[in-house]
T-cell receptor
Framework: SQTIHQWPATLVQPVGSPLSLECTVE??????LYWYRQAAGRGLQLLFY??????ISSEVPQNLSASRPQDRQFILSSKKLLLSDSGFYLC??????????FGQGTRLTVV | GNSVTQMEGPVTLSEEAFLTINCTYT??????LFWYVQYPGEGLQLLLK?????DKGSNKGFEATYRKETTSFHLEKGSVQVSDSAVYFC???????????FGGGTRVLVKP
């Protein structure tokens, strides 16, 4: 069966520090991959999505970036975190027209 | 572009009350429609889905019908429980696209 792993679960980072969040999917090939951010009490903001290795679409200009070095690996990065980057980050995958499956999320607090 | 609009919360109900959360969408063609639920501190879980007009998705007592003529996918449950307290998201994915679009979420609080 398919599973999605996202880590770490929680992270506290100082302003100006780098960020790397990783997401991997098991049990499927060539998934569409997504990074969402959820601010406290708010909806989901799509940050990046990818339809294949090295193919990244950015939805919101900001100091975050994403990479897909392998078919089932999706990484969210930042060179210098801002206070406004705090939030709940969710990774998800889908196949064509199918429902999305989500990781358990990473709660990032920038201090 | 595609968009999903759902009623703002919070929605506060008593146990055993009837729940309706409205969801309407804008998209060309025939998207697939979904409802997700998010419990506190967790990721999203698929609640139900519908892939074509007039389909009814159902799960755990929740139902939603894909209405092409009104571009709607309203979520209903006849008798809610305290354990149904969560945030509910309506979403769509287009037939020819890859972007999953979510509504803003509706927080539901069920009181005993």
């Amino acid at each position: 069966s398919q599973t999605i792993h996202q880590w770490p679960a929680t992270l506290v980072q100082p302003v100006g520090s780098p960020l790397s969040l990783e997401c991997t999917v098991e049990g499927t090939s060539n998934p569409n991959l997504y990074w969402y951010r959820q601010a406290a009490g708010r909806g989901l903001q799509l940050l990046f999505y990818s339809v294949g290795i090295g193919q990244i679409s950015s939805e919101v200009p900001q100091n975050l970036s994403a990479s897909r070095p392998q078919d089932r690996q999706f990484i969210l990065s930042s060179k210098k975190l801002l206070l406004s980057d705090s939030g709940f980050y969710l990774c998800a995958w889908t196949l064509w027209r199918s429902e999305a499956f989500f990781g358990q999320g990473t709660r990032l607090t920038v201090v | 572009g595609n968009s999903v609009t759902q009623m703002e919360g919070p929605v506060t109900l008593s146990e055993e009350a009837f729940l309706t959360i409205n969801c309407t969408y804008t998209a060309t063609g025939y998207p697939s429609l979904f409802w997700y639920v998010q419990y506190p501190g967790e990721g999203l879980q698929l609640l139900l889905k519908a892939t074509k007009a007039d389909d009814k998705g159902s799960n755990k007592g929740f139902e939603a019908t894909y209405r092409k003529e009104t571009t709607s996918f309203h979520l209903e449950k006849g008798s809610v429980q305290v354990s149904d307290s969560a945030v509910y998201f309506c979403a769509l994915i287009k037939a020819a696209g890859n972007k999953l679009t979510f509504g803003g979420g509706t927080r539901v609080l069920v009181k005993p």
